[in-house]
C-alpha cells in the first residue's frame, strides 16, 4: 500500500502536530505515547517515509534500531524497570493503527498487566515530567 503522508507520525514530523520530544537527530525521532499502556511509554519513528518494517530502508532500520537502543536505555534508567518491552506492530491485521512504523517501548515490571489500545489520553504535564525524566537519563 502507498504511504499516507497524512498519518499523525508524519503530521508530528513536520510539525503539524505537537508532540512532547524526548530525542531527534537527523534520521529518527522519540517522543512520548498520547495514550500510554504505562507510565514512560514512548515510541520511536524513523524520519523515513515508510509503513511498516518491509518497506523500511536498511539504513532507516538501523537508524530506527539504533536510537531504539538508546531510548530504552534511558528509559530503563529513568523508571527503574527491571525489564523493557519493545512492541512494533506491522499492518492492520497485526494491530497497527498508525501507518508509519515505530518501535513502541514499554518499561515493565514483574507481574504488571497492561493494555496496548483503548486507554485514555494522558494529560500533557505528566507526559512533559517522564519526557524529562528519560532525557535526562539519555546518554
Ligand atoms: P500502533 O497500534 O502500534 O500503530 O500504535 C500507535 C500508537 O500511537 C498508540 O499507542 C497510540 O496511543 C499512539 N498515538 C496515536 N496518536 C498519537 C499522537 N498524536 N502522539 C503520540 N502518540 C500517539
Avoid: W
Avoid at 520530544?21 to 512520548?32: H, R
Wanted: net charge neutral; proline share 6%; aromatic share 6%.
Amino acid at each position: 500500500m502507498a504511504y499516507d503522508s497524512n498519518n499523525v507520525f508524519a503530521k508530528i514530523l513536520r510539525g503539524e502536530i505537537p508532540s512532547v520530544k524526548i530525542y531527534e537527530d537527523d534520521k529518527t525521532l522519540a517522543f512520548m505515547d498520547i495514550m500510554p499502556s504505562i507510565d514512560g511509554h514512548c515510541l520511536v519513528i524513523p524520519k523515513e517515509a515508510a509503513e511498516g518494517i518491509l518497506d523500511l530502508s536498511p539504513d532507516g532500520a538501523a537508524a530506527l534500531i539504533k536510537t531504539t537502543q538508546k531510548v530504552a536505555r534511558a528509559v530503563k534508567t529513568a523508571f527503574n524497570a527491571p525489564g523493557i518491552m519493545l512492541l512494533q506492530l506491522n499492518g492492520e491485521a497485526a494491530g497497527q493503527t498508525v501507518p508509519h512504523i515505530h518501535f513502541h517501548i514499554l518499561p515493565r515490571q514483574a507481574g504488571l498487566d497492561l493494555k496496548l489500545h483503548g486507554k485514555p489520553m494522558e494529560n500533557p504535564d505528566k507526559l512533559r515530567g517522564f519526557a524529562d525524566k528519560i532525557k535526562a537519563a539519555l546518554d
